[in-house]
């Protein structure tokens, strides 16, 4: 597809338990980029890739967020042992190399930990 | 630490101009004045951004003031689809962390029939 794409766009969770969140971005991205947005609240810059450089992970929350990004392309984005306050949109972003050309953003999954 | 101050929300009637402020006074010589828009369930989109000059671009037009401390983003002739929030940022385009954009909670506007 033209955009990025994310899944699920929805997903309800029980306290505890892991889940994994996906994104696809466009291809030919090098950057990818996820954010969390929670309930009437901004965005929150969680982690960074760009091409085979190591990823900037100074924004994840805990050290039970993890991700990874395979071949350059789809990344994942994992929470283990999730609690309540987890619960949020995530937001996945690609551009190309530079900030300049702008960031596409996919629509979210929305996670809700119950 | 914001970097840009904006009105918590706004209306504007169907047809007519908004124009949506932003102040940010603390800008450096080298960060740009972006400005991005989020539709209710949507991720962010991209709209435009500018250094100095004025810039136009199919969606909207962006006035920065000569002092460059403050901004206003235009809709020329705002619709109903235009309700969403808008978020203005100051970063550089190249180097450092400026990929690490800082959303505040922008402006609501809110485009009335």
């Known amino acids: 597809g033209a955009g990025v794409s994310q899944s699920p766009s929805n997903k309800v969770t029980e306290k505890g338990k892991d889940v994994e969140l996906r994104c696809d971005p466009i291809s030919g991205h090098t950057a990818l980029y996820w954010y969390r947005q929670s309930l009437g609240q901004g965005l929150e810059f969680l982690i960074y890739?760009?091409?085979?450089?190591?990823?900037?992970k100074s924004g994840l929350p805990s050290d039970r967020f993890s991700a990874e990004r395979t071949g350059g392309s789809v990344s994942t984005l994992t929470i283990q042992r999730t609690q309540q306050e987890d619960s949020a949109v995530y937001l996945c972003?690609?551009?190309?190399?530079?900030?300049?050309?702008?960031?596409?953003f996919g629509s979210g999954t929305r996670l809700t930990v119950v | 630490d914001a970097k840009t101050t904006q009105p918590p929300s706004m209306d504007c009637a169907e047809g007519r101009a908004a124009n949506l402020p932003c102040n940010h006074s603390t800008i450096s010589g080298n960060e740009y004045v972006y400005w991005y828009r989020q539709i209710h369930s949507q991720g962010p989109q991209y709209i435009i951004h500018?250094?100095?000059n004025n810039e136009t671009n199919e969606m909207a037009s962006l006035i920065i003031t000569e002092d460059r401390k403050s901004s206003t983003l235009i809709l020329p002739h705002a619709t109903l689809r235009d309700t969403a929030v808008y978020y203005c940022?100051?970063?550089?385009?190249?180097?450092?962390?400026?990929?690490?954009?800082?959303f505040g909670k922008g402006t609501l506007l809110t485009v009335n029939p």
């Open positions: 940022i100051v970063s550089t385009n190249s180097g450092g962390s400026n990929y690490k954009l800082t």
């Open positions: 890739f760009q091409g085979n450089s190591a990823p900037d």
């Open positions: 972003a690609s551009s190309f190399a530079g900030f300049w050309y702008g960031y596409t």
């Open positions: 500018g250094l100095k």
